[in-house]
């Protein structure tokens, strides 16, 4: 039974009603940055007489960009582990292997790095093939959802959340999201808002988690795409101008003065056959062959090169991601041009790896494990994605052990690739080698009571 009453249906439809015209503002925010991000670019400028060659110019010189710099960074968050201060997993570890998330996990990363939020949805569910109780964990596009907040800035938990799916027979599907229940609601296209039915989900707080990036203290997010997208009109503006020099002005021009052209039976002039293997000549000594040079291109590259610069300046990307080049360069300083996506990595794991941990607290009240609830101290653990050869990894990591006496087993993790069920696995295979430790298991087995005999006794004295 709930212990908190739902709100009044009237009450739910005027904050479904407030929170609506909101959430369209929003998405035509968000629908321009999703449009970008898919190459739907406002295009280059044109002359409004352009011929269908211009316009095929322009449709061809859009050189999108974006999702190169939202893959640099979503491509290096991996979730990899979420563990207790002393290295063993967190409870919640459990809900997340059950939810796919190691898969799951990408998308909603690349939603908060491309619109600059993304949200976590988490509900009482049932495990489709065992059918046992779960809390279920799903993310939700924030071009569905929108959350209100009493401060943006220091709330961990929204106070509501409205989320908008299209209706198959048409209209909206409402849901509104409190700290106790789940309000279902329809909408029509004339705003005419409908009250369902209200689910009480027990989670105690409002059950969405936002995933928002690098936030300042107003709450204000935008996202790796939006402020790259006057950078990339400009780059697709230098490159129309590229490709219509390059069409119509790249070739050298030939041309002859003081010659009759010959002419068909039709009377038209026939154009001079000229190849490789022929030479002009004419009779005439006031003839002049000539030539007009083609446009040099190089400024017009250039020109795109720098574009492509100022774009991986601004958000932080090495440049040889966007240009495609990478001379001989040393690991210190391959690492140096690289620092920079490094530093605004670490930022995102800091802020998104405190979001999982809410989501995997949050799974575990909804699942009714209190201790797990409780679990404020463990820690996601983000897989090494730095790109160093193996040898000088495991170089290091065997000079920390030797030198700094830091046990072999503790640094395993830190093995790029390495999974926590195969760490798992390497300790039990070194236990199971070493007989003082397979020694220590036995009589710690052989000194344990067995609650069986124990309760036997006890049945046989009553």
């Known amino acids: 039974m709930p212990l908190v009453p739902a709100l009044d249906p009237a009450a739910v439809v005027e904050l479904a009603a407030e929170l609506l015209p909101r959430f369209r503002t929003e998405r035509q925010r968000l629908d321009r940055i999703d449009k970008y991000m898919r190459g739907q670019h406002a295009g ?51 809900h997340w292997q059950a939810n796919r998330m190691d898969a799951r996990q990408t998308a909603i990363h690349r939603a908060a790095l491309t619109y600059g939020t993304a949200y976590v949805l988490v ?40 989320r908008v799916d299209p209706a198959p027979g048409g209209g909206w599907a409402l849901r509104l999201y409190d700290a106790t229940h789940v309000y279902y609601l329809s909408a029509d296209r004339g705003d005419g808002i409908t009250f369902v039915r209200a689910e009480w989900h027990g989670a105690g707080v409002c059950p969405v988690i936002a995933f928002r990036a690098l936030p300042d203290l107003e709450g204000r997010v935008l996202g790796e795409v939006e402020p790259l997208i006057d950078s990339q009109d400009r780059l697709n503006q230098t490159i129309f101008d590229l490709l219509v020099s390059q069409s119509f002005g790249s ?104 979001n999982w941990e809410q989501v995997l607290q949050l799974a575990s009240a909804v699942a009714g494990d209190e201790e797990g609830a409780r679990e404020t101290a463990a820690e996601v653990r983000w897989r090494d994605m730095e790109a160093r050869s193996l040898s000088q990894i495991v170089d290091a990591l065997g000079k920390a052990a030797t030198m700094l006496g830091i046990p072999p087993e503790a640094l395993w993790s830190r093995i790029p690739g390495v999974t926590q069920t195969e760490v798992n696995e390497w300790k039990a295979l070194r236990r199971d080698s070493d007989p003082l430790a397979a020694l220590a298991d036995t009589l710690d087995r052989q000194a344990r009571p067995t609650g069986t005999a124990g309760a036997h006794d006890g049945g046989e004295a009553g």
Not at 47 to 70: D, F, G, M, Q
């Open 251 to 354: 070739f050298a021009i030939r041309y002859v003065t003081g010659m009759a052209p010959e002419v068909d039976a039709d009377g038209k002039p026939r154009p001079l056959a000229v190849d490789a293997r022929r030479l002009l000549m004419a009779a005439d000594p006031d003839t002049r062959f000539g030539q007009l040079d083609g446009a040099n291109l190089s400024p017009l590259l250039e020109s795109a090169d720098a574009s492509m610069r100022h774009m991986a300046v601004i958000s932080q990307t090495p440049a040889s991601d966007l240009l495609g080049q990478l001379a001989n360069l040393s690991a210190e300083a391959l690492a140096a041009a690289r620092d920079g996506q490094t530093r605004k990595r670490t930022e995102y794991e800091t802020g998104f790896g405190e």
């Open 123 to 162: 509900l009482p569910g049932v495990d489709p093939l065992t059918k046992v109780s779960m809390p279920v964990i799903r993310g939700v596009s924030p071009r569905r959802m929108i959350a209100a907040w009493d401060d943006p800035a220091d709330d961990d938990w929204p106070r509501y959340v409205l």
């Open 44 to 94: 280059p400028y044109t002359p409004k007489s352009a011929s269908k060659e211009y316009k095929l110019l322009a449709e061809r010189a859009r050189t999108n960009l974006l999702p190169l710099v939202v893959s640099g960074v979503a491509q290096a968050l991996y979730v990899s582990n979420f563990q207790r201060s002393d290295g063993t997993p967190g409870r919640g570890w459990a």
